[in-house]
């Protein structure tokens, strides 16, 4: 059961009496940006659902949870989007949050790939409740498993953010590979939380980190190239 507002209150001054200054108002800047952008786009994506709960039994899979808003601004703001031309694939799009901060810049084309035929309905409504708030016209979302989807060779940018691991993520990044080598381009790639994702790509030369967002220890999140 969630806490009464004055036990809130107190702990929040308990919070402050400590000298935890900085965390309390990260947690401040983190709840009011997350109530500010779901009620601008009138959605719901917050909260985290575990891999039961979505029916999947797949341990390679992962469950969901948004990135914060704030930080998908902050890491979508450094992309040049090229209006009408990029298009931009979120592996793993949950209920559509990423899709969103997405489609408010000029990508020709917006997809979302999800396992979960809940998270798709989920994205699917959330997309709807947004549209007017959307430059993108064009976003489109695909139930089933990233390992089978086959890539368009259109895509430009692709967003990750721990959705699957081992050989799930092994099988996709030879779907990336193949279709750079089908249509020569250079694709930026996103990965929320690219631990894993930076060893398995140790030794494919066709992937470069361009840089890196650290989100004070809470999230780290690389930029790469990718290019054959
Ligand atoms: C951490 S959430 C990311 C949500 C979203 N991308 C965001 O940033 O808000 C991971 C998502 O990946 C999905 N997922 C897990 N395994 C998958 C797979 N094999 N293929 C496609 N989606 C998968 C889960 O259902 C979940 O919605």
């Known amino acids: 059961m969630a806490a009464s507002f004055p036990v809130r209150f107190l702990r929040f001054i308990g919070r402050l009496a400590r000298g935890d200054v900085k965390k309390t108002w990260d947690n401040c800047v983190y709840r009011v940006s997350e109530y500010y952008y779901e009620r601008r786009f009138g959605v719901r994506t917050e909260g985290g659902q575990t891999l039961p709960e979505l029916g999947i039994t797949n341990g390679e899979c992962g469950h969901y949870s948004p990135v914060p808003y704030r930080f998908l601004q902050k890491v979508f703001a450094s992309l040049e989007v090229r209006e009408g031309q990029d298009v931009f694939l979120d592996y793993g799009c949950g209920k559509g949050r990423a899709l969103i901060m997405a489609a408010r810049l000029p990508f020709r084309e917006v997809i979302g790939v999800d396992v979960s035929p809940r998270m798709c309905v989920a994205a699917q409504e959330n997309i709807g409740r947004a549209a007017t708030r959307l430059r993108c016209t064009k976003v489109r979302i ?87």
């Open 142 to 228: 695909y139930p089933g498993d990233a390992a089978d989807f086959a890539m368009p060779d259109e895509v430009s940018v692709i967003y990750f953010y721990n959705p699957f691991f081992g050989s799930i993520l092994a099988a996709v990044l030879d779907r990336i590979e193949k279709s750079l080598r089908r249509r020569s381009r250079q694709i930026t790639l996103i990965y929320f939380n690219d631990y894993e994702f930076a060893r398995q790509v140790r030794d494919r030369g066709w992937v470069r980190k361009l840089r890196e967002y650290p989100f004070r220890g809470y999230h780290s999140c690389g930029v790469y190239q990718c290019e054959l």
